[in-house]
C-alpha cells in the first residue's frame, strides 16, 4: 500500500438536487457516496417537543434493506455533531430532520455521511456555530499511516480513526476508532487530519459560492 498520508480521494458535490427538501446535498468521496436531505424547522410531534431548542432527527438509510444497528450506530455519531453545532436553541417547539441514503460504500462512510450532512445543512441555510468535517485515517499492519481510505484499504489496516473537526479552531467534536493504536498514532493521525480537514472545508465553500453564483444567474 503506497504512502498517502495527507492525501484525498476526489470530492464531488451537488447541492439543492431535492426539490421538496429545505436543504440537500451528494456528496461523492472517491468511490463513497451519500445523498443528504434537510427539512425543517417544521412543526414537531407533541410527544417530542421540546421547549428550549429544536429537536433533532438524524436517519441513515443503507444501500439496500432494512436498517441495521451499524446504521443507528451511525446515526448517533452524526447527531453528536449537529447537536454540538446546530444553534437549535434559535427554533424551539420545531423539529429538524436529517435523512442520509448512502448510495455506494467504498470505505471511510462515516466522513462521507458527516461531510454530507454539514453541505446539507449549509444549503438549508440551518444556523451553526461552525462548519464541521471528518477525516479518516488508518495504520497498516507495519505502521504506515493512510488518510481517506477505500473500503480495501480499511480491511487490511490494523486500526483506523475518524476525526470531526470544528472548522476555526480544529477542536475536536467527535472521534471514532477501530483496531488498537498508540498515543503516538493517535497525535500523528490527528496531525494529519487536521490538515487534511482543512481541504474539505475548502471544498466545502468552493461548492456553496458555484450554488450561488447559479442562483444568480437564474
Sequence with gaps: M???AGKLRSLECELGLLKRADGSARLSQGNTRVLCAVYGPAEVKINKEQCDQATLEVTVKPES???SPKER????????????TAL?????????SITLQVENNDGMLLSTLVNCCCLA????CVPLSTVFSAITCGYT???QLVTDLSAQQEEVC?????FVLEDATSNILTTYAKGAFSIDQLQQS?????????KVTAFYRESVERKLSKDAEH
Excluded at 437549535?88 to 429538524?96: F, I
Design 158 to 162: 490494523e486500526s483506523v480513526l475518524t
Design 65 to 67: 434493506g432494512m436498517s
Design 2 to 4: 503506497e504512502d498517502s
Design 88 to 96: 437549535s436553541q434559535l427554533h424551539p417547539h420545531t423539529a429538524l
Design 190 to 198: 490527528l496531525a494529519v487530519a487536521e490538515e487534511a480537514s482543512k
Design 73 to 84: 450506530l451511525l446515526e448517533e455519531l452524526v447527531t453528536s455533531c449537529c447537536k454540538s
Design 121 to 124: 445543512l449549509l444549503d438549508a
Design 141 to 143: 499492519e507495519n505502521g
